[in-house]
């Protein structure tokens, strides 16, 4: 298998830090997860705009193993800089099939309801292994109106959050 992740860096975040309990992924885990359960040879860590006082993290991320992806911003534009990802997670995939780049499945971690016209798509053409959700609470009606159960896993489900839940 050669599946690839697309991950909403801020959804994921933002959405295990307003749970009830708020928690953290240990995304060195969580590297590994995808790989052994999901079978990503490539993972995108999709983030926003490059801010110099994260670079530890975007190290760390690539130490891990994940590719990241920076959000990119016009000059005039980058005192207000905008996190959302959602386009180029869709451009990303979608030039890839165009392209015909050669993978298996598409691994879509966020519960963000902008990618539910994607992942429609994707599961109709046989291109979708899982929507890992990060916060069940949060997930967008349209996933749970639109598609199977059987495409979706919540990172909050207690067994999951055991695994992949960052130890202090």
Do not use: C
């Not at 996933?143 to 695994?163: E, N």
Request: glycine share 4%; net charge positive; proline share 3%.
């Amino acid at each position: 298998m050669n599946n690839q992740a697309f991950i909403d860096g801020q959804n994921l975040k933002v959405s295990t830090m307003n749970a009830r309990p708020s928690w953290t992924v240990d995304l060195k885990r969580f590297r590994v997860f995808l790989l052994e359960k999901y079978k990503v040879n490539e993972a995108y860590y999709f983030i926003g705009a490059y801010d110099p006082k994260n670079q530890d993290l975007y190290d760390a991320l690539q130490k891990y193993g994940y590719i990241v992806v920076f959000r990119e911003h016009a000059e005039s534009s980058l005192s207000h800089k905008k996190g959302n990802v959602d386009t180029d997670i869709v451009f990303a995939v979608m030039k890839k099939l165009v392209e015909r780049e050669k993978f298996d499945k598409v691994v879509l971690v966020s519960g963000d309801g902008d990618y539910w016209r994607m992942v429609d798509y994707l599961i109709k053409k046989e291109k979708f292994e899982k929507l890992l959700v990060p916060n069940k609470h949060t997930l967008s009606s349209l996933y749970r109106l639109r598609t199977p159960d059987i495409y979706r896993s919540y990172l909050d489900d207690p067994a999951m959050k055991k695994k992949l839940a960052f130890k202090k």
